[in-house]
């Protein structure tokens, strides 16, 4: 029986309607035919600290156990203050060690991020690829951004969010293949 690959999709918005999650779940959707789809609790990390590293936290070890089990990764995060939401900056930082032996190497990952039509997400992005690309030689070069009015559906991407979001998808599996 052949197994599919596994994807972890990583959320960094911890509210229960949140339009990254939603693009989340709508990914998740979309994959669950072709991957075994993943989305970790980010919110039940404690935060990163040296200290603990010798005796893991559980909640550490499952992360990085679901992220070694994934052959993709796919960040959706919102940006805040103009760059990573604490939550997701703590889940990377867990996935960082330990150091040159960190979960993301050899992992192709993608980043996207849903928010509001007045900001880009261009900082939040840029943000991404540079940490992520110093953790892995498979960043996609190219992040996805969808614009959505908070006050729009909160259960639905739209359709041009949809699409769009399906054609990145599309691509990312493609680079997956072929790099």
């Known amino acids: 029986m052949n197994e599919l690959p596994g994807?972890?999709?990583l959320v960094g918005s911890l509210r229960t309607a949140s339009l990254?999650?939603?693009a989340a779940r709508t990914a998740s959707e979309y994959l669950d035919y072709m991957c075994t789809v993943q989305i970790p609790d980010l919110a039940t990390l404690p935060l990163f600290n040296e200290d603990l590293e010798a005796a893991e936290p559980s909640g550490v070890s499952l992360?990085?156990?679901q992220v070694k089990d994934s052959q993709l990764v796919i960040i959706f995060t919102p940006e805040h203050n103009f760059g990573v939401p604490g939550v997701l900056k703590?889940?990377?930082d867990w996935?960082?060690?330990p150091m040159r032996k960190g979960a993301l190497i050899?992992?192709?990952?993608?980043?996207a991020s849903v928010g509001p039509t007045s900001?880009?997400?261009e900082h939040v992005r840029?943000?991404?690829t540079q940490t992520c690309r110093a953790l892995s030689d498979h960043v996609y070069p190219e992040t996805l951004r969808i614009a959505r009015d908070r006050n729009a559906d909160v259960n639905d991407l739209g359709d041009k969010g949809t699409m769009d979001l399906y054609d990145w998808l599309d691509g990312l599996l493609e680079f997956t293949r072929h790099s």
Request: net charge positive.
């Open 119 to 121: 900001l880009s997400g």
């Open 63 to 65: 992360l990085k156990e």
């Open 95 to 97: 996935l960082s060690r």
């Open 20 to 22: 990254n999650r939603i």
């Open 7 to 9: 994807c972890t999709l």
């Open 106 to 111: 050899g992992r192709y990952v993608g980043i």
């Open 126 to 128: 840029a943000n991404l």
């Open 90 to 92: 703590n889940a990377i």
